[in-house]
C-alpha cells in the first residue's frame, strides 16, 4: 500500500477521539514486525526512525529505504516519521526519502532558543508539506541519559506556556512531559491525567506521549481518552526483540544463523505491536 502521511493519521485518530501508535524502527526486524502486529490488529502505525538510530546506521538513507520498502509492500495504513531530530542537516534529509512528518527536538535548550529553532524548522517543514511535532517540558532518558525526576519542578510541561508556544512555533503536534519517561523496561509509569486534560485545553493542536513502553496500559487508554494522540513507543520492541534472542541462545548455546533467533524476534516485536495498537485504537 502507498505510504499515508502521519498527518492523515493523527488527523483521523483524532477525529475519531482515538490514538494512532509510533515505533522505533531501529533494524530492519523492527520494521517487518511493525507492519505485521499493523497487519494483525487491523489498524494504522507511524514507523519512525529516530536520530540515534540513524547515527547508529551511519546515515538516513539504507534505514529509511528499509523502512519505506517494507510500509509499502504492507496491507496496513503505515506512515514515516523522522524522531528526536536535533541536526538540522537530518530534519533536511526528510525531505526525499519518504518521511511526512518530523519531530524536531529543541527541548534541550532554554524557552526562547527553543521556540526560535522550532519556529524555523517548522517554517522550512511547511514548505514542503512537512508535519512537524516539537517538545515543550522535559521527558527524561533520551539516548541514555539519567532519568529525570519526572515530578521535579520544571519537568512537566506548564499548559499555559504550551499556548504559547504552540502559537509562537506553528508546529503540528506537542509532545508534551507528563510523567512518562523514556527506555523503561517497567511499565510502572504513572500519569498526570489532570495535566494532559489541561495541555488539551490550552493548546488547538493533537498531543504526543513519548516514551510509552514504560506505561501501562489502562493508563495509556486513559490518556488517549483525555486527548493524548499520538503514542510513541521503542523500548518496548528491544525489550521482546532482545528477550527471544536471550531465550534462543540460552537454548541453542551453539547456534550461529541469525535467522534462527531472528524469527523469534521479528515475531516477540509483532506481538508487542498489535498488543499497544489495540490499546491505542481504543
Ligand atoms: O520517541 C520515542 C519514544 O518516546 C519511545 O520511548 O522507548 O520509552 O518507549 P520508549
Ligand atoms: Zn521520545
Redesign the pocket.
Known sequence: MPLVPTAELVDRARAAGGGVAAF?VITLEHAEAIAAGAEAAGVPAIL?V?ENAVRFHGGLVAIAAAARSVAQASSAELSLHL??VVSEGLLKAAQHTGFSSV?FDASKLPYGENVKATAAAVRWGHARGIWVEAELGR?G?KAGEAPLDAHAPGVRTDPVEASTYVAETGVDALAVAVGST???VERTAALDHGLIARLRDAVPVPLVL?????VPDEEIARAVAAGMVKI?????LNTAFTGAVRDWLDANPAGVDPRKYLVPAREGMAGTVERFLRVVAG
Open positions: 522505533n519512525q529516530s524522531d528526536h519531530m521527558v532518558g523514556h527506555a523503561m513519548h516514551g510509552s513502553s514504560g510513541n513507543v521503542g523500548t518496548a
